[in-house]
């Protein structure tokens, strides 16, 4: 990978802008410079595009539910990893639609979740708005 490369990073579309050393790399990625490593990159290519859209579109029904007390760090690094290991292996159709169903449920448990939490009250008072 080259400094002006196009790649996705954490599933979304950035550039390449420094090559720091040997293993370290800067992607800006919209308005965000990222430090990372060039094996967290993939080429931004037909297959890796359509992996990361699917993968961008699930975290953001996550992301819509607008919630601080989330976990997002940790939902985050749950699915950049079965994002990661979808790209990786972006050759074998059964392990990409694997893993996109393994995101795909585990947003739906979450989504799941919150919207029963909307329904709890204490003393008739509903605890979320």
Not at 26 to 45: H, K
Not at 66 to 77: E, F, M, R, S, V
Not at 80 to 105: I, Y
Request: with cysteine; aromatic share 8%; glycine share 6%.
């Amino acid at each position: 990978m080259n400094i002006g490369d196009k790649v996705y990073h954490e599933f979304r579309r950035g550039v390449i802008t420094e090559d720091h050393r040997p293993g370290r790399i800067t992607v800006e990625v919209g308005s965000f410079l990222v430090g990372t490593q060039p094996e967290y990159c993939f080429p931004d290519e037909p297959g890796v595009a359509k992996i990361s859209d699917q993968f961008d579109k699930l975290y953001q029904q996550i992301h819509k539910l607008d919630l601080n007390c989330l976990n997002y760090p940790d939902i985050h690094g749950r699915m950049v990893r079965l994002w990661e290991e979808a790209c990786r292996g972006r050759q074998d159709r059964k392990l990409v639609h694997a893993r996109l169903a393994m995101a795909k449920v585990f947003t739906q448990r979450i989504c799941r979740t919150v919207a029963s939490w909307e329904r709890v009250t204490v003393a008739g008072v509903r605890l979320l708005r």
